[in-house]
């Protein structure tokens, strides 16, 4: 509903290999929600997210990309801190508690993966989930 309110299209790149993970669906669905939300919230309005799905030998990588004006260089160190953001002064334009990206990372890295932030090169944030792929995968 927020990205058709702002008019921010989705789009979603996915492998073709077949994607293995022994994880908690809803506890990986939480993180990708976490940052989807994000992404529509700091993109621009009339812009795109992108969601990028790829298999590696190792693992499965999941990049979740706005075209926004990305994160302050000096903030980027501590994005996944609890109760810091990026603006907070007390009349800053989004919600929230701070918390959502260090869940992220706690989620993650219960997992056994990694989850990082970054600025592109032409504008927005990008955060890479790195998740690893179970030798026990059921097919």
Not at 51 to 75: C, H, L, R, Y
Not at 107 to 127: K, L, M
């Amino acid at each position: 509903e927020a990205a058709t309110a702002r008019r921010i299209t989705i789009e979603t790149h996915v492998s073709p290999d077949p994607l293995h993970l022994v994880a908690d669906s809803k506890r990986l669905q939480q993180v990708l929600w976490n940052l989807l939300s994000n992404a529509v919230t700091f993109g621009h309005e009339g812009g795109r997210v992108r969601v990028v799905v790829t298999s590696a030998p190792d693992g499965v990588n999941i990049a979740v990309e706005d075209d926004g004006p990305g994160i302050d260089p000096e903030f980027l160190p501590h994005v996944f801190e609890q109760f810091r953001q990026g603006d907070a002064a007390s009349s800053r334009r989004h919600n929230g508690l701070g918390l959502g990206l260090s869940i992220a990372r706690q989620i993650i890295e219960q997992h056994g993966g990694t989850i990082t932030a970054g600025n592109n090169v032409d504008g927005g944030s990008s955060f890479t989930i790195r998740l690893p792929v179970s030798s026990e995968a059921q097919v």
